[in-house]
């Protein structure tokens, strides 16, 4: 669960992962060694900031002897519809800007979001590591975590608001980008979700380098219908989530998802949508309900093939059923067994 959700860089100096235990880093990775001078934690228990609090909290930063600062901030779900506030909402948004003001030196930003984090050197082994794992970058720029128990839970929306402000980004867009490009499966309360698109305006409107035309964002057909998750990617040609996914199809296009292997629960689409995906790219299992009884072993190798086929195709497959934790979890454990030739409790 550590290597699957250990900390990465999502925007300039700002990474995402889970609260650290210092006895599993135990590896030469730079990741895992990188010393943070912030650590963010998320907690039902913490309050929202205002500028004073955070301006002595800066003061604090910097009038310490190498010491991390450690601090707190609401997690996700906290701030509820309709009852959140203005001052949340300050809160939120005075947070986004000290993070920025903390981990961009002044005149270090090119107005180009992935600019810091696409360049890549080698190390000894010759193996690409990221240069923003090392102090490269001006000494007053500062490195920030933000942390919680799994990773991605509690952290959702301060890491959703960051990044939409950091790098210019509506919500559905860093939702997508922040699942596909920056390798982060998360989820987001609906509330969060609510929150952040009636903010967007503001966030984009104070974002350092948004230069769009907030009057005029097209919020894509997929986003209401979200249930506050992501299909998980479990290969980078599989990924496993629930019928709610499943009958969502521009989100799976959006997320490059091209094949669906239903198990025991089929999609309820249009004909035309079904038309234009096409009956090669969909498998239904059928008789197989979620009942303990039902054996899925007889359909391991058909349902196999066709992942497979999608791999070889260069397209990814999602594998559902209804809630994506039972039957379609089965198969997708039988490919990773298959494809990387583990057993069934390391799979």
Request: hydrophobic share 35%; proline share 7%.
């Amino acid at each position: 669960m550590c290597e699957m959700s250990k900390a990465s860089e999502i925007s300039q100096n700002v990474y995402l992962g889970p609260t650290p235990d210092p006895s599993l880093i135990q590896t030469s990775d730079p990741l895992d060694n990188l010393r943070f001078d912030v650590f963010i934690e998320t907690t039902d228990l913490a309050q929202v900031p205002d500028n004073r609090a955070l301006e002595k909290l800066k003061e604090t930063l910097e009038g310490q002897n190498q010491e991390p600062l450690h601090m707190e901030f609401p997690s996700s779900g906290s701030i509820m519809p309709p009852t959140w506030s203005q001052t949340d909402v300050d809160g939120l948004m005075a947070m986004c800007h000290w993070i920025y003001s903390l981990t961009h030196f002044p005149g270090s930003e090119d107005n180009s979001p992935t600019s810091t984090i696409d360049d890549v050197s080698k190390d000894s082994d010759g193996d690409s590591i990221m240069l923003s794992t090392f102090p490269s970058r001006s000494a007053n720029e500062k490195k920030i975590l933000i942390h919680c128990t799994d990773g991605y839970t509690e952290t959702s929306l301060l890491a959703l608001a960051y990044f939409m402000y950091a790098e210019g980004l509506p919500v559905h867009e860093a939702w997508v980008r922040l699942h596909r490009e920056k390798g982060r499966n998360f989820f987001a309360y609906p509330s969060d979700v609510a929150l952040l698109q009636s903010i967007q305006p503001r966030i984009l409107q104070e974002s350092p380098v948004w230069n769009g035309d907030i009057l005029h964002i097209n919020e894509p057909a997929w986003l209401p219908k979200i249930d506050g998750s992501l299909p998980s990617r479990i290969l980078p040609y599989m990924y496993l989530g629930n019928l709610g996914h499943a009958n969502n199809p521009t989100l799976l296009q959006e997320l490059g998802i091209t094949r669906i292997l239903s198990v025991g629960e089929p999609v309820t689409w249009s004909k035309e949508v079904l038309d234009g995906w096409g009956q090669d790219n969909l498998l239904f299992i059928d008789r197989v309900q979620d009942n303990g009884v039902d054996p899925l072993t007889d359909e391991f190798e058909r349902c196999l093939k066709f992942i497979e086929r999608g791999k070889r195709d260069g397209t990814a497959t999602l594998v559902h059923c209804r809630v994506g934790v039972s039957r379609s979890a089965t198969i997708c454990i039988a490919e990773v067994m298959n494809e990387l030739g583990l057993s069934f409790p390391r799979a």
